[in-house]
Structure formats: C-alpha cells, structure tokens
C-alpha cells in the first residue's frame, strides 16, 4: 500500500504540519505490513533534515514546482492549508482515499475524510459532498508515543515552560523571558524550561535575554523527545498550534499565547474547554493580561488540577488510529463500500 503526504513544512510556516504527518505515518507502520511512505513536502532544509532523522526508509521529494503530486495513491493526506477545490478534486481522483487536514476553505469538503483539529472550516457543506467530517481538537493527530509520557500534579511548581513550535517564527521566546523572569524570581524553586526545535535558529537574541534574567533556566533545543519536556513542565506558556494540543493531551495547565492570527482560534476552543487560558496575540497592551494568567495558574493548585483534567479529556487518544482504520478500509474497499 502507497501512503502519501502533501504538507507544508518551513521555518516560516513551522514544523507542525511535517512532524503530525510523521506520527501518522508511525502509526500506519504498524497496522500496513507493505507500507510504502512518500512524503513531498516544501523543499526546506528543516523539513527535509527532520525527514531524513525521523523516517530515514521513506521517500522524499522536495517540492520545486507548483505542480500538484501524481500518485497514483492508496493513501494520499493532504496536509495544507486552504487548497483549491479544484485541485482537491484532481487529488481525489488519483487516490483511493483522500485525507485533509486543517483545510479551512471548500477543497475541505473534496476530502473523503476531512480533519480539522486546530482549524475550523469556514465552508459549507455543498450538496455533492460525501466527507466524512471530523472537527474540534478531540482530532488532534498526536503520535502514539506522546501517551507513554506521564504528567505528575505537583502541589507546588518548580518548572514553568516556554514554548513557541519548533522555529518560534516570530521569535516571541526572547520577550516571554523577559516579561515572565521577574515572575520566576520571587518564586524561590521555580525555575524555566525554555524549548525549541532544530528550526529553531534565534539563538543570540534568547541566550542574551536569559543571561539578563538572572534566573535557574534549562535549554531544551533539538531534543530527540520534546514529550519529556512538556510533561515534566508544572505550568506552560505555549502557542497555540500543536504543541498545546500535545500539552493538553499530557494534562499539562497552560497559558497560551501567539504570533500567529490563525492560531486565536485554536487558544479560544481549549480555552473554552477549559484545557487553557486563551491571551490571544501577543501584543505589547496584552502583557499584563499574560502575566496575571500565568501568576493565577502557578498560585491555584485547584485550577492547574482543573485545566490538566479538561485537557486530557479533550482530546481523543485513539485519533491518530480511528481516522488510519477508516481511511484503510475506504482505500481497499473502494468510496461506495
């Protein structure tokens, strides 16, 4: 069986995208014994060495062209943002099952199975749609791994993370360290976990402002598992994009704040949750706002053990393997099974 992927992956855009495909791509393994993987993915130097590290046997084609991928497929996931309908519709013809993720526009509905777990879709269902629609954070596509991790309730905090995606794009890290030092400082025993990805490359503007802090601080770049890091974290402050799905599924308490205008959304549905506290963009006049939350939930015992509580039960463990189950038994038994 043929198993593709279509996904973004940048240090612009972020490693969310190639990294969920990744984790599905591991849960396929073990349910696909003749599994073949090809990923064509941006032609980014990032995306491609976080490939070449974590699924060495799979085929890579770095996108150079425009020109949409030509399987034909099994299995063809396609993980971008607002395709065209159109092109969705040429993509489903040259698979058997065509998975979306996090489309927010009409090639959503083109999909025979359409995931929307950070992103909700902006479309309506046209008449001729038969998808099979799976949306809200529960879809979060984490990887099996992820669960084995364990998150303990500490009644008194010792480590408070940050975290801004693999690359932290608009270099939010250094400001966080800066506004959230004085807030460690009086809390004798706390101390920050500060983590970034191997598309991370903001180094000198972050070691400068932790060296100002004066603080106990812990570096965690490019760690073969970020998982460790985010369970053992008592309270973080994340952006909003799968990284705070991983902590929510962790039961790890958060505050989440973001560079990113698409990301609002996915902060206010957990919030809503109750798995977060939603700042919203990070903007000079909403600093206060962030300081207070991230005070109230080190200070609250009863509220982290409340947003640990909603965040692992929002989202569904088994994901990743439902949406794998259905979208192999449509591609072997064809879409009028």
Not at 182 to 190: E, I, N, S, T
């Amino acid at each position: 069986m043929i198993l593709g992927f279509f996904c973004f992956g940048s240090t612009t855009i972020g490693m969310g995208h190639v990294s969920r495909c990744i984790g599905l791509a591991n849960a396929a393994q073990s349910r696909i014994p003749d599994l073949h993987v090809v990923f064509e993915v941006d032609d980014d130097p990032d995306a491609l060495a976080m490939l070449a590290r974590r699924r060495p046997g799979d085929e890579i084609r770095p996108r150079t062209t425009a020109a949409l991928p030509q399987g034909p497929w099994d299995i063809l996931v396609v993980d971008r943002l607002a395709v065209p309908a159109e092109d969705m519709a040429t993509l489903r013809g040259r698979a058997s099952c065509l998975v979306s993720i996090d489309d927010v526009g009409p090639g959503h509905w083109e999909a025979d199975i359409a995931v929307n777990c950070l992103y909700g879709c902006r479309t309506p269902r046209p008449p001729h749609s038969r998808t099979d629609d799976l949306s809200g954070i529960r879809w979060a596509l984490l990887p099996p791994a992820l669960w084995e991790q364990v998150h303990e309730h500490r009644p008194r905090p010792t480590r408070l993370l940050l975290a801004q995606g693999s690359g932290d794009p608009h270099g939010l890290l250094p400001r966080l360290v800066e506004i959230l030092a004085p807030v460690a400082k009086v809390r004798p025993g706390l101390g920050l976990d500060i983590l970034t990805g191997p598309s991370f490359h903001r180094h000198e503007p972050l070691d400068t402002m932790l060296a100002r802090a004066e603080i106990p601080f812990r570096r965690h770049h490019a760690v073969p598992s970020s998982w460790s890091v985010l369970a053992a974290a008592d309270v973080a402050v994340s952006s909003a994009g799968i990284t705070a799905c991983e902590l929510a599924a962790l039961g790890v308490p958060m505050v989440l704040v973001t560079g990113e205008s698409k990301e609002v959304e996915t902060a206010r549905m957990l919030d809503d949750l109750g798995a977060a506290t939603a700042v919203g963009l990070f903007e000079p006049e909403r600093t206060a706002a962030l300081t207070a939350a991230v005070i109230e939930l080190l200070d609250s015992e009863q509220k982290r053990h409340a947003m640990g509580e909603a965040g692992r039960q929002a989202v569904e463990r088994h994901a990743a393997e439902i949406i794998l189950d259905r979208a192999i038994a449509l591609a072997r038994s064809g879409r009028d099974m």
